[in-house]
């Protein structure tokens, strides 16, 4: 069974940081690559950062290059998302999911609950 636990969501005005997490089933997380997406009422989800199983490689959709960090502790089987200098147009429900290396596809088709960003300008 996948778990995915998603939190450190909240209410932030422009230029606001946040810090997420999210916390895997060992089974999943176990060499497993990992990504954080986003979405928005009346959007598909999209794919905001990845990271690899060894943490050497990490990739960000453009909007938010420079400005979100991710990264992982495996013996926590958590993935974080440091969101800083944080506009209106992050607001969204973020999930993490292991993913297919190299891709923004969730392995397991599976998602947590999400937690919510709320940026105010």
């Known amino acids: 069974q996948v778990r995915l636990v998603e939190s450190g969501g909240g209410s932030v005005e422009a230029g606001g940081s946040l810090n997420l997490t999210c916390v895997v089933s060992?089974?999943?997380?176990?060499?497993?690559?990992m990504g954080w997406f986003r979405q928005t009422p009346g959007k598909e989800r999209e794919g905001v950062a990845r990271?690899?199983?060894?943490?050497?490689?990490?990739a960000y959709t453009t909007s938010v290059k420079g400005r979100f960090t991710i990264s992982r502790d495996d013996g926590k089987n958590t993935v974080y998302l440091q969101l800083n200098s944080l506009k209106p147009e992050d607001t969204a429900v973020y999930y993490c999911?292991?993913?297919?290396?190299?891709?923004?596809?969730?392995?397991?088709?599976?998602w947590g609950q999400g937690t919510q960003v709320t940026v105010s300008s």
């Open positions: 999911a292991p993913i297919l290396c190299g891709s923004w596809s969730n392995l397991y088709d599976s």
């Open positions: 060992r089974h999943t997380y176990t060499n497993a690559c």
């Open positions: 990271i690899s199983t060894d943490s050497r490689s990490t």
